[in-house]
């Protein structure tokens, strides 16, 4: 475990989360604002798994977190830094299974996540890469204390960067 608040838990993930990550990465609502395309089979997520957030672990010491609900007992999100070599920089990421959302998960999962960056990882300053429009990841990204830093480009499109020293 890498963190604990009164309703998630922040774990690493496992191959058994690999249907929650097809979830996350297949429901239209929920990459509104991401630039992919949803995935159609659970294969793609087994991919990702495996050669994105393994390897992040194995080579950075972290990487995205499966966000466990407690009481619904269910991985019902991600939050967690991932190093971005495009900015050479370690991004707080999060997203969550819609039926969650406006309910304070985000800030909730994003604060305990940012209290591991710096005792846990040695990170000292984190950013939030969000699409413009995305007033909900931006509200999370405000709350936990990051301001806009500049404007950049990521995979094509525009994004506000926050940043924050920790």
Request: glycine content about 8%; hydrophobic content about 40%.
């Amino acid at each position: 475990m890498i963190a604990e608040t009164e309703r998630l838990i922040l774990r690493p993930f496992t191959v058994s989360d690999v249907p929650s990550l097809f979830l996350l990465n297949s429901i239209p609502e929920i990459l509104t604002y991401i630039p992919a395309e949803p995935m159609t089979q659970e294969s793609q997520a087994l991919d990702i798994f495996e050669n994105v957030i393994t390897a992040d672990y194995q080579l950075h010491g972290f990487g995205r977190w499966a966000v466990h609900h407690k009481a619904d007992n269910k991985v019902i999100g991600f939050c967690g830094p991932k190093y971005l070599p495009e900015f050479n920089k370690v991004e707080l990421g999060y997203r969550y299974l819609p039926e969650y959302w406006k309910r304070g998960i985000g800030y909730e999962a994003a604060q305990a996540a940012i209290n591991t960056f710096k005792p846990s990882y040695g990170i000292e300053l984190a950013i939030a890469l969000i699409l413009h429009g995305n007033v909900g990841s931006e509200a999370v990204a405000k709350k936990v204390g990051m301001s806009v830093f500049e404007q950049s480009e990521y995979y094509g499109h525009k994004v506000h960067v926050y940043q924050r020293d920790l």
